[in-house]
């Protein structure tokens, strides 16, 4: 489903992120995007059979745009070097978890939960997890959860407990996050196996318990 031109097209990007590079080669990157859109049409449509919360989703809703907002970035490139789509319900109207995609050669991705969520909803994410927290350690540590993932991301996680929790909560570690992704590489061989619509549905399948809890704590 993912060409082997469409990495191409990236690797030539990240090589020369410019106006000019990038307009002389404005066929190839329009294939590259029509071919990415085809995949995530066709993995949207796999993933909104067991995931209701998706089914006004359109794809061209969960694609990013491939221009950069340099504005306040000491990164003055005017592109990504990736192309990136996330499945989340309301698209992006609304903050909420979801699952998401990352194409870039020599660095994809696939995962998905909640990232750096605003003060009032991390409060919210953290009071569910304390009290239910015997569901919440059921979820991520089911064991094809943890055997695709291994655990939550840890990025930008708190050294001492958060404000109004206990150092001997059970749930003080997972209190202690900040975000609430999980997250697992994919190779370019991987990207370019004919069977790559099949495991992004099936790793996202396994994530969907994580997200229905936390879009739960904020909804």
């Not at 540590?141 to 708190?158: I, W």
Request: charged share 25%.
């Amino acid at each position: 489903m993912i060409d082997s031109s469409t990495l191409q097209f990236l690797k030539g990007l990240h090589k020369n992120n410019n106006r000019e590079w990038f307009l002389a080669n404005k066929v190839k990157y329009e294939a590259a995007k029509n071919n990415f859109l085809q995949f995530v049409e066709t993995t949207l449509s796999a993933i909104q059979k067991f995931d209701n919360n998706l089914n006004e989703l359109t794809p061209k809703q969960c694609v990013f745009r491939i221009n950069r907002d340099v504005r306040f970035s000491k990164n003055k490139d005017p592109y990504k070097n990736n192309f990136g789509a996330s499945f989340s319900k309301g698209a992006k109207k609304i903050i909420a978890a979801g699952y998401y995609f990352h194409l870039e050669p020599g660095n994809s991705f696939i995962g998905g939960g909640l990232w750096m969520p605003e003060a009032a909803d991390l409060q919210k994410l953290r009071q569910e997890i304390d009290y239910c927290y015997n569901e919440f350690s059921g979820i991520i540590n089911n064991k094809k959860f943890a055997n695709t993932f291994g655990t939550l991301s840890d990025e930008a996680k708190l050294s001492r407990p958060p404000k109004g929790y206990e150092i001997d909560n059970p749930a003080i570690e997972y209190l202690k996050l900040k975000s609430f992704t999980a997250i697992i590489p994919l190779k370019d061989a991987e990207i370019l196996d004919k069977g790559i619509v099949q495991k992004t549905t099936e790793i996202f399948k396994t994530l969907s318990p994580l997200v229905h809890f936390l879009n739960r704590a904020i909804d």
